[in-house]
């Protein structure tokens, strides 16, 4: 059994920035793609990064420049760099993973536009306003 247990979410003004961090505990899984999902009051959930175990990441278009995602092995924590907030980003922000063998861009693509991670974390709230 594995939790993930987001931190770091909050409000801010629009320009300001925030970094989420997601921490695995219990067994040691050995997740090939670790993900950052979103999911507004109203919306469906959304893709919003997506790194694998190779170091690959893809990144929703409108977060492009802005986000960054990055893993830690050595503390298996997976982090969300987010500068340039604006409004629409809004958000429960959930940190997600899976144990998928494929790895690389299409892999990861295919994980932010179907959402259809294995594990999940409870959430964190992103508040810009």
């Known amino acids: 059994h594995v939790q993930l247990v987001e931190s770091g979410g909050g409000s801010v003004r629009p320009g300001g920035s925030l970094r989420l961090s997601c921490t695995a505990y219990?067994?040691?899984?050995?997740?090939?793609?670790l993900g950052w999902v979103r999911q507004a009051p109203g919306k469906e959930r959304e893709g919003v990064a997506a790194?694998?175990?190779?170091?690959?990441?893809r990144y929703l278009d409108s977060v492009k420049d802005r986000f960054t995602i990055s893993l830690d092995k050595a503390k298996n924590i997976l982090y969300l760099q987010m500068n340039n907030l604006k409004p629409e980003d809004t958000a429960m922000y959930y940190c997600?993973?899976?144990?998928?063998?494929?790895?690389?861009?299409?892999?990861?693509?295919?994980?932010?536009?179907?959402?259809?991670?294995?594990?999940w974390g409870q959430g964190t709230q992103v508040t810009v306003s």
């Open positions: 219990g067994d040691n899984y050995n997740f090939n793609c």
């Open positions: 997600a993973a899976d144990l998928t063998v494929y790895v690389g861009p299409v892999a990861l693509e295919r994980l932010l536009s179907d959402v259809d991670f294995g594990y």
């Open positions: 790194i694998d175990s190779d170091g690959t990441t």
